[in-house]
């Protein structure tokens, strides 16, 4: 009777190791399969205006700060001398928003993406 509850115990542990060996490695491979690419055509130039910046995202999705703090991100439809039209706002269907470029702090848009 000793030797089967020895034999239970152990493919117990066995069972347990090979688990835990499965859930690190599987990540692990997986994370080796993806691979991070920059978007091609998005860039910013420090050198150049927030204006000239916000001109090279047009079409591009991006997220806006306000000077208020306040966050909007939309698509660049059109950039003027003092005007941003961002399209599509997220969070409000059929909305866009017609900002001035003074009022805005910052500005975010994706870099890079997954590739599988």
Do not use: W
């Not at 152990?10 to 499965?22: E, F, P």
């Not at 860039?43 to 700060?65: A, I, M």
Request: overall charge positive.
């Amino acid at each position: 009777m000793m030797k089967k509850s020895k034999m239970v115990g152990s493919v117990g542990l066995a069972l347990a190791i090979l688990l835990n060996v499965t859930m690190f490695l599987l990540p692990t491979e997986a994370k080796a399969k993806t691979k991070v690419v920059a978007i091609e055509g998005i860039s910013y130039n420090v050198n150049s205006s927030l204006e000239d910046n916000l001109k090279s995202l047009v079409g591009k999705k991006v997220y806006v700060t306000l000077d208020s703090g306040k966050t909007l991100a939309g698509f660049v439809k059109e950039v003027g001398n003092h005007l941003m039209h961002l399209e599509k706002l997220e969070g409000k269907d059929y909305f866009d928003a017609l900002l001035r470029i003074e009022n805005i702090s910052a500005i975010d848009t994706r870099f890079r993406n997954i590739q599988r």
